[in-house]
Structures are given as C-alpha cells and as structure tokens.
C-alpha cells in the first residue's frame, strides 16, 4: 500500500519561510510526475508547483520567485520551500504523486498539512 507523508507546515508570520516535504513509500515503484496543491477555506483545490520526471518546473503565477520545489528520486521525496510568505497562502497543501506500479500509473496524494500565514 503506497503511502504519501507530509510534514513541514505551521504557523509563521508574514515574510518568513517554511519548507514542506512529502515522502512516498510503501512499495516498489518510479515517481513521475509531483505535484505541490493547496485548498483555502471555501476556495478549490488548485496547483502551485509541479515537477516532471525530467525535472522540469511550472508554477502558479501567485507564488512564482517565492516557492520552489525539487524532487529527491533517492528518497522518493519531494520539497516545496516557501520563501516571503503572505497571508493569501494559507492554506491546507496537498502533495499528489504519479507513481508508475506494474506498468500502469496511479495517482496519489498525501492527507494535507496546514500552513497558517498571520500578518
């Protein structure tokens, strides 16, 4: 049973850095795409960050030169540092995976970590 574990978030001021991270495990298997989400009270899921297999990143306009995410394939881990936070990024984030299991690929999401920005 694969399993995706989050940690890293809290509660920080305005302007300060968190770094969340998000750890797969459970069974044999190769990362593909990630993908770092957030969900506010009352809003949609959206994407902030994502990074393919090959490394390459995309991110939400709203967090572009704060955040960035990097994927450790050794660890079967993936970062997300946040730098300059604002209040809007309160949020739950969710780390979604697309993890390649006897051929086929499934997707994959952590249980979400709080991350509280006070102005």
């Known amino acids: 049973q694969v399993q995706l574990v989050e940690s890293g978030g809290g509660l920080v001021q305005a302007g300060g850095s968190l770094r969340l991270s998000c750890v797969a495990s459970g069974s044999t298997f190769s990362i593909d795409g990630i993908g770092w989400y957030r969900q506010a009270p009352g809003k949609q899921r959206d994407l902030v960050a994502a990074?393919?297999?090959?490394?390459?990143?995309n991110y939400a306009d709203s967090v572009k030169g704060r955040f960035t995410i990097v994927r450790d394939n050794a660890k079967n881990t993936v970062y997300l540092q946040m730098n300059s936070l604002k209040p809007d990024d309160t949020a739950v984030y969710y780390c979604q995976m697309d993890l390649s299991l006897r051929g086929n690929i499934y997707s994959y999401w952590g249980q979400g970590t709080q991350v509280t920005v006070s102005s």
């Open positions: 990074i393919n297999s090959g490394g390459r990143t």
